[in-house]
Nanobody, 125 residues
Framework: VQLQASGGGLVQPGGSLRLSCVAS????????VAWFRQAPGKEREFIGG????????TYGDSVKGRFRVSRDNAYNVAYLQMNSLKPGDTAVYYC???????????????????WGQGTEVTVSS
């Protein structure tokens, strides 16, 4: 499975952006998908994730209530909708996929077998 993240860019504080993660291969619908971000000089941070059947979503505390993860298995794509963006959300955003554990989701980066290349988000006026 190959993942391609896109949709990043420059946005003003308070604005919104939607990132996409498109997967190649026929097994996407069996994989959980997670989003991480990494700001310069910081560790990669878990943002949120969604189970394979989209029945469960989970979010990191820093984005809860502002970001939403969704997916459309018919098109092999997952989304990260980001609202009320803040300068502190500036980072490179990555999507990851895997099937370990009960729900396939974890805040640990080593939990995932597949990673996208990252898309940069800058929140600035």
């Amino acid at each position: 499975v190959q993942l391609q993240a896109s949709g990043g860019g420059l946005v003003q504080p308070g604005g919104s952006l939607r990132l996409s993660c498109v997967a190649s291969g026929s097994t996407f619908s069996s994989l959980a998908v997670a989003w991480f971000r990494q700001a310069p000089g910081k560790e990669r941070e878990f943002i949120g994730g969604i189970t394979a059947n989209a029945g469960i979503t989970t979010y990191g505390d820093s984005v809860k209530g502002r970001f939403r993860v969704s997916r459309d298995n018919a098109y092999n794509v997952a989304y990260l909708q980001m609202n009320s963006l803040k300068p502190g959300d500036t980072a490179v955003y990555y999507c990851a996929a895997g099937s370990r554990g009960v729900f396939g989701l974890s805040a640990r980066t080593d939990f995932y077998d597949y990673w996208g290349q990252g898309t940069e988000v800058t929140v600035s006026s």
